[in-house]
């Protein structure tokens, strides 16, 4: 048991660097002196959420450091040890946060909004697994295995050496590129660790301080492993055996004898492999993760991990719509009979040698579908994904959709080889991967003659306004089911959202037709038919089948839900939620805040702070996690007053929602209900709400009361 030994040293070590700083920290600061890590609810995550002791200034951190320095040499325990090396290293790295705050260009601390951000991603699979390493490698090799994890759509962080190493090189970074340099120090893989049981408590609705639970919780849904380059020294030994608690598996390029802790982990504590290029495969293997990675035969890179990237105009090769030429992208579902499959074909004069000049080029893309299980609805919900079928090719951009589309495509993209054909078979190979059950036969048409584009434009026109006719028809009281979503109970166990045409799903990711999509391509799927049953009440949105399939699939934790009220039975939260609606008793009314904001609301509270009081799939009248969508939808709070119930919302909010809100406000008889709605500007606290309230003549004082 060399390796434990080396763990002691390690932790020894850090014992007494940390004993100094915080020596030192409290001499220049004084045991009073409050902090706070960034945009987080929970303290010292790791230390709050394994112990239950929440940490927000230094006399806490003080008392809680003596207890672990007592515990750390006397105890035999292997997992109390490795633990408490975890608690040192948190406290260890937060004492630098206070005295330093972060340095750029590294991420440091991981704050709460990101974990809530990628909540659908890593429930969905589009994340299948997340991946740390440490260590010193020389770019090339890195850069390579870098690209190999962003290909298989793993979130990758950066630290030590490598995340310097990486940073250097020039590459795009960052949680859109699925690669995140968080610091420089061993340490700092504590951040990932604190991010990652978080998870318990923002998604899982687990209890701070049940500390078997949540260790249980991480070893269950959190897939990710770690891979360390180069020596490793005592203290990586000892982070490797914190990792291992909680099931992160460290996989080495050193040779290293196989040391198996059965207490701790199924496998061994860190498994060697030498090839560089094996040693991805190797810790996917040792994590038990099987990841698929589907990849259009294309000469660049492909993934989410290429989605975000832009392609501005100067690295621009050629470009298509975006205003400057006519454009357009249509699906439409044929017979079998019409559609020859596989088919990319280019129509147009001269359009290889226009191609090879660069510049601009009308654009109409058509794609034709046929599939037994293909209905006209699902249209839309295809033609969608166009958009995010070429963003993920490296190089490609991708914006707008229908008629107001922009393509881009990159000198680089060129240079490597991408042609207009490349266009094509992305759109063709990936809606034939994605959409596999309900599609058979695809085939893509690319017309670039500017009287072809302008002549098929029209006729695609009119099919889109067929479209919208139907989607304004498309109301809750039409249709013959519902449609479940529970992807979030591989995070939230208890959670089920209940999607209606008028309801989407909260994180905004799931329409009606979308959830009924998914449900024909993948019928035992997360997305599953509801039963309507009978509609006990038309004003809060109670119906007897959806009370049947949420008692059933809450695990007979909730009973009953109102789709259209948060003061009566609301719907449940998982965590991913764009937005939080609250209610402001004094303002008989309530705000919406969304995600991506940090300031401070009229409740007295931030974003992260009252999302943490409501996830995990419980019900908490009052407050509320909804996707932007369901604010300007008709049955917004149909059951408590609607619209006019809303008192606040964050500018960046009001903007975002502003043309169908109006359209909305105008329905209601409130025309100006939007400027009567407050913001940051305005106020941030309850009385001034109430002063502009009144001020204004905002509805909400005239209704009946909210509580
Ligand atoms: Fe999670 Fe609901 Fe979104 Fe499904 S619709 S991914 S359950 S938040
Ligand atoms: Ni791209
Ligand atoms: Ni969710």
Redesign the pocket.
Known sequence: DKLIEIASKGSENLLKETEEKLKRVLSEKGENFNFELPDTAYGLPLIYALEGFKINNLSEIKKFFEGIKGQLSQTTDIVTFALNYLYISEISVTLDYITSSQSEPFYGFLGDTIQRTL??QL??GRIPAVAVLLGRLEDDKLLSIVKELQEKRILTFLIGPVADEFVKTGERYGFEAYIVPVGTETEHTVFVIDWAVRASLIFGGQTAGDKDAIIDYVRKRVNAFAIAFGNLNERAVAMALGAAVLAIPVITDQSLPDVSIPEIAEYPLLTSEKELSKIVRKAIETRGLKIVVEKPPIPVSYGPAFEGERVRKEDTFIEFGGQKTPAFEWVRMMEASEVEDEKVEIIGTDWCSRYEQGGRMPLGIIVNVAGKKMQKDFEPVIERQIHTFINEAEGLWHIGQRDINWIRISKKAKQAGISLEHLGLIIMSMTKARFRSIVDRVEVLLYVDEKDVLELREEARKEYRKRDLRLASLVDEEVEEFYS?????SFAPK???V?TPERP??????TWLD?KAAYEIEPTG?NQPVQKGELIDPVYGRYSGVDEYVKKHSGGEIETINLYSIMENPMTS?G??ECIVAVVPEANGVLIVNRGYSGMTPIGMKFSTIAGMIGGGVQTPGFMGVGVNYITSRKFLKGDGGIKRIVWMPKELKERIKENFQKRAEEEGVPDLLQKIADETVCEDVECLIDYLSQVGHPALEMEPII
């Open positions: 909540g659908v429930v969905d979503c529970l992807l979030c109970q959670h089920v959202c999607i799903g909260l994180c905004g990711a799931f959830a997360g998982c991913c939620f």
